[in-house]
Nanobody, 119 residues
Framework: VQLVESGGGSVQPGGSLRLSCVAS????????MSWYRQIPGEEREEERE????????????YYDHSVKGRFTISRDNTKNTVYLQMSSLKPDDSSMYYCSVTIAERIHWGQGTQVTVSS
């Protein structure tokens, strides 16, 4: 399983970014895909918070209350890619963002992409 994130960067408050995660090594369209971000000050995998998630058919995506209305998760099963469109970014959104999939009860992570929101 390989997950490769991209699209992070530095933006001013109110700005937008679109993160991408290209997946390989598993049947993408059969799996729920998620975006997490690292809790500030924490380094362990267990200290990551779920930001958004989407099942294989794209219906009823999940959003954490802190990003609802500002972030949009989507996926393109033909490209084995999941996206996270982030708008109206706030300094509190600054973090390392990770793409994740759980297969046979094992969580797989990408390497992460850094998002920094600062004026």
């Amino acid at each position: 399983v390989q997950l490769v994130e991209s699209g992070g960067g530095s933006v001013q408050p109110g700005g937008s970014l679109r993160l991408s995660c290209v997946a390989s090594g598993f049947i993408f369209h059969e799996h729920y895909m998620s975006w997490y971000r690292q809790i500030p000050g924490e380094e362990r995998e267990e200290e990551r918070e779920l930001v958004a998630g989407m099942n294989s058919d794209g219906i009823n995506p999940y959003y954490d209350h802190s990003v609802k209305g500002r972030f949009t998760i989507s996926r393109d099963n033909t490209k084995n890619t999941v996206y996270l469109q982030m708008s109206s970014l706030k300094p509190d959104d600054s973090s390392m963002y990770y793409c994740s999939v759980t297969i046979a009860e094992r969580i797989h992570w990408g390497q992460g992409t850094q998002v920094t929101v600062s004026s």
